[in-house]
Nanobody, 127 residues
Framework: QVQLVESGGGLVQAGGSLRLSCAASGRTFSIYAMGWFRQAPGKEREFVVAISRSGGSTVSADSVKGRFTISRDNAKNTVYLQMNSLKPEDTAVYYC????????????????????WGQGTQVTVSS
């Protein structure tokens, strides 16, 4: 069992930056690939970015490439999402999730690959 708790969301102006954190409980954090998803009002949840269990591989949605960076610290059981050059369309609730596969691939964009989810943190980007 892994419990995930996101933090770091808030209100920021367009062009600004935020760093989200996702703290995981349990000793098995390092075996999971981790992903970030987001859901805007009235829209389906969408994939943002994922990182392999070692942190050596990442995969990102085209909409955030070059702006968002995922990283992890297995010693701290934490995964981070650094978001730069934020746009109003990035406004959403952001969720972290754990994938027992451990690796990232084209399947990482599917929410069904993830077995544990956090409660989400709101990010609002004003224009």
């Amino acid at each position: 069992q892994v419990q995930l708790v996101e933090s770091g969301g808030g209100l920021v102006q367009a062009g600004g930056s935020l760093r989200l954190s996702c703290a995981a409980s349990g000793r098995t954090f390092s075996i999971y690939a981790m992903g970030w998803f987001r859901q805007a009002p009235g829209k389906e949840r969408e994939f943002v970015v994922a990182i392999s269990r070692s942190g050596g591989s990442t995969v990102s949605a085209d909409s955030v490439k070059g702006r968002f960076t995922i990283s992890r610290d297995n010693a701290k059981n934490t995964v981070y999402l650094q978001m730069n050059s934020l746009k109003p369309e990035d406004t959403a609730v952001y969720y972290c999730a754990a994938d027992p596969d451990g690796a990232v691939s084209g399947r990482s964009k599917f929410s069904s690959e993830y077995v544990y989810w956090g409660q989400g943190t709101q990010v609002t980007v004003s224009s």
